[in-house]
């Protein structure tokens, strides 16, 4: 199981920092990663980290702004958001493949979060 946390209301500008916690089975050795939903959009993916936190990858939307990070001692992986802008509203999802970060970027995920909203506003 996958829970997310530590969305909410911001000003342009702002950051927020979204986590991820994993229970229920050993995440510690999957790919993670972070999507995200806009009202009327498609899911689209937003950055991924491999097992030991070594390797990432972020879409270009929020490169230089977002950095995804994990301590697998607390299971957890973490999205810091920087310079937020109203175009990063949306539903906020975490996700985990057993396997590389090539499939979670391609959206081969074998588990996902219920999704944390953050809302980019003034």
């Known amino acids: 199981q996958l829970v997310e946390s530590g969305g909410g209301l911001v000003q342009p500008g702002g950051s927020l920092r979204l986590s991820c916690a994993a229970s229920g089975r050993a995440f510690s050795t999957d790919a993670k990663g972070w999507f995200r939903q806009a009202p009327g959009k498609e899911r689209e993916f937003v950055a991924a980290i491999n097992w030991s936190g070594g390797l990432t990858y972020t879409a270009d939307s929020v490169k230089g702004r977002f950095t995804i990070s994990r301590d697998n001692a607390k299971n957890t992986v973490y999205l810091q958001m920087n310079s937020l802008k109203p175009e990063d509203t949306a539903v906020y999802y975490c996700?985990?493949?057993?396997?590389?970060?090539?499939?979670?970027?391609?959206?081969?995920?074998?588990?996902w979060g219920q999704g944390t909203r953050v809302t980019v506003s003034s």
């Open positions: 996700a985990a493949a057993r396997g590389s970060t090539d499939q979670v970027m391609k959206g081969e995920v074998n588990a």
